[in-house]
């Protein structure tokens, strides 16, 4: 009898850690078919994980005087908006990866259920990806395709069926397989590793997400640079393989790729380049303490219409269908809104789990977990994207303080 007990508790202990998971997957789920509800279900999560971090009373000394040196710029930036509703609105999305590592550290001794889940989670999209892949051939019209002004759309490239899973974008999907490799990899101890490992690189490639894949393979190079050589050439043999095997399509990919080469770094002439160079701008102008809160970039200035883009001449050149939601660049988002000051003390709270006296091996693997954030981030705004800090920024403290846990 108190066998059963301690294990329903433990049970019940598991899915309450888990649980914001499975409200910001499901809310992200959900958005394209209910953007409202779906909204909310995140939100809830942060709540959710705000509660659990006080009815626990486990902080992270570090954390809190970051958080109490940053707390004034926030405040100061949404005083000076152009508009308080969209200082509110933007504000709070600020705090979202703080709420996440306060979490993290609030559950850093329950490492082994979240290698469970994250063994699950993958299983589960892989299925449902290929679920996907079968319906797609069928020709039947899926629950994640988009639908606007009477047309149905997916995310495809050379008219191939872009990696979703569950989570509906294929940017995210390929990022968790991403995250998962590293987890599982260095953590997971079971016979079938392998077959876990080559799912995961089935996502990260079946997103087709081009900066997944090239964030990828540098971490390859860093992870396993012992082997480096052998697995890039497995992996160039078998894009040849495929490049031969389905030549129209290799090389609609290969343009795709040199256009995304241009639209993400080399081009002059993209909405990615000038939001840069309207951070480069504002850093010439010494913007110590930013424009205010909502002004640029992020969800509430597109929807409050900021004047700060009229202002600096913003040009979305051809990705004008971006400012519907955000600039899709993040960094030009915090040095603008809260100048140079704000904007690298920001960055720093963000970084507080990597500031340690030793570099070890658990280290190692958050600060490539890190890597791959902070770069999606350069084009994207992974950094302000609930999914993409559930599946990252919480993994910090776990992974490092697993090895003390297991001794």
């Not at 049970?11 to 850690?17: D, G, Q, S, T, Y």
């Not at 082994?112 to 019209?141: H, S």
């Not at 658990?362 to 350069?378: C, E, H, M, P, T």
Request: with cysteine; glycine share 6%.
């Amino acid at each position: 009898m108190n066998r059963n007990i301690i294990s329903k508790n433990k049970r019940l202990a598991e899915i309450l850690v888990l649980l914001p998971f499975i409200l910001i997957f499901l809310g992200g789920a959900l958005m394209n078919t209910s953007k409202d509800f779906g909204t909310l279900v995140k939100f809830s999560a942060f709540g959710y994980m705000i509660a659990y971090t006080i009815i626990n009373l486990r902080f992270n000394r570090n954390l809190i005087i970051a958080l109490t040196v940053f707390v004034p710029f926030l405040i100061y930036g949404i005083a000076i908006s152009f508009n308080i509703k969209a200082g509110i609105s933007d504000g709070l999305r600020y705090l979202f990866p703080i709420i996440i590592l306060f979490y993290s550290y609030s559950i850093k001794n329950r490492f082994p259920i979240l290698l469970k889940f994250v063994v699950v989670f993958v299983l589960i999209n892989f299925l449902t990806q290929i679920v996907n892949y079968a319906n797609w051939i069928r020709g039947v019209e899926q629950w994640f395709y988009y639908k606007r002004d009477g047309y149905t759309s997916f995310s495809q490239v050379a008219g191939i069926l872009r990696g979703t899973g569950v989570v509906v974008f294929f940017g995210f999907y390929g990022f968790l397989n991403l995250v998962s490799y590293v987890i599982i990899s260095k953590y997971y101890k079971g016979k079938y590793k392998i077959w876990l490992l080559g799912i995961t690189i089935f996502g990260i490639l079946a997103s087709m997400s081009y900066k997944t894949i090239g964030t990828f393979l540098v971490i390859l190079l860093i992870y396993h640079y012992k082997h480096f050589v052998k697995i890039l050439s497995l992996l160039a043999a078998l894009a040849m393989l495929i490049f031969v095997a389905f030549a129209k399509e290799g090389l609609f990919f290969l343009e795709n790729f040199m256009l995304r080469i241009n639209l993400y770094i080399t081009g002059s002439k993209t909405a990615r380049s000038d939001s840069y160079r309207v951070m480069m701008e504002e850093i010439a102008d010494f913007n110590l303490f930013g424009r205010g809160v909502g002004v640029f970039g992020g969800p509430a200035s597109i929807k409050y219409d900021s004047p700060f883009y009229f202002e600096k001449s913003y040009k979305w050149y051809d990705a004008e269908w971006l400012n519907l939601v955000t600039t899709d660049t993040f960094y030009p988002h915090p040095f603008v809104e809260l100048g140079i000051i704000g904007g690298f003390i920001y960055l720093s709270v963000l970084c507080v789990p990597l500031l340690r006296k030793k570099i070890t091996k658990r280290w190692s693997i958050v600060a490539l977990i890190y890597f791959a954030i902070f770069f999606d981030a350069l084009f994207s705004f992974a950094l302000n994207n609930p999914e993409y800090l559930m599946y990252s920024l919480v993994f910090t403290y776990p992974i490092l303080h697993y090895y003390e846990q297991k001794n």
